[in-house]
């Protein structure tokens, strides 16, 4: 099918953000036919500076005038804006102009994802199926709802962006009493935790759908499985992401039919109705619970780890899908997947998700990329003066890998990881044990 009708070629390119997620797309858009030049942010990992010359201003909204200066001189036009933390400063909005497309939603339609009570209310507006709760201004308030649901099982959410690690599952009335001092007592997670969601604890497997949506069309992509406790067997506290696997053997064609239709098209149309257009990447975070799937979030950008798998299944130009869904022409750009199951692991600094130490000499990075399938993304590495590749954050690569069953997948990404060597280094060898362990085969091969 056709490119997009208003896509330049050659298109150039800025990427917002410096992390896996960043990387895999980086990978995904040099291999576009119509790629000009691509840029990317100063100090992003050393993965992504290979890929792309570095942008020397400073991208954030509040240096708008010498950012939109700077993106008309190198004739940009596309900016593709991975993280949320841009969304919630509207630098969607800031960088759009008639010669140039924005990749992301603007800060009203992103507010799904930066205040988790608001997406309530939208749920709620729109009958969508999610968990009965509330939110809360107060901690006096917060501890009086725990209070009356004595030892009810919980979820503990600051409303605001907390990099994924600002939701508490809680077993006990203690935890939860424990989880609302650590929000909005101590403060733990800052300005996020100045509104708190308490929703009742859901039972069932996570499933995260992610869907392109050019304000009139939605595309679903591949259904991805998260994991995003630190430990093997989803044990320990939640971290931005320890692994995922693409596609997903719980998603057969009826499930992903209802979530169009009950999560996907009424939240499009619910902002709608509030004057808020969407254009970008919507995420759902689903429980599949025995009465059906409940959302537990809304994402207004690429999951990560999410995004490693798709990208290495994605069949498709990246760069049309992109663009064509910035300037609501997604309708006829034509993309499909890699049948084979793809698997994605965190290789992890020591200490995360709490404090770890930076700065840890890499090694072992050519024998991980030997292994047959695997394809590796940096996440937080740089160099160091002397030319070492170096830690420098909490999660270091997303090693992913291609297997003819989620197994084989499973064995070749683990194989790569165990080959990567630093002080601390740890990664989990599980994942995808949900749906392993269970021996489903809908939708997918084992």
Known sequence: MPAPASLPSPCNVLLIGGGGREHALAWKLKQSKHLGELWVQAEANAGLESLGRTCPELLEAKQAFRLQRWCDRESIHLVVIGPEAPLEQDLASVLAAPHRKVFGPTREAARLEWDKAYAKQIMRSASIPTAEGRHFDTREAALHYVNAHGDEPLVVKAAGLCAGKGVMVCSSHSEALAAVERVMGSREFGDAGAKVVIEERLRGQELSVLALVDGSTIDILDPCQDHKQVGEGDVGPNTGGMGAYCPSPLADDGLMDIVQRQVLVPAVDALRREGVMFRGLLYAGLMLTPAGPKVLEFNTRFGDPETQPLMVRLQGDLLELLYGTAAGELDGVDFGFDPRPACCVCVCSGGYPGAYVKGKVITGLDDAAAVPGVRIFHAGTSRAPNGDLITSGGRVFGVTALGSTLKQAQSRAN??????????????????????????????TL
């Open 415 to 444: 194989e790569a990881a165990s080959l990567i060597r630093f002080d601390g280094a740890f990664f989990r060898r599980d994942i995808g044990h949900r749906v392993l362990q269970v021996g489903s085969t809908r939708g997918a």
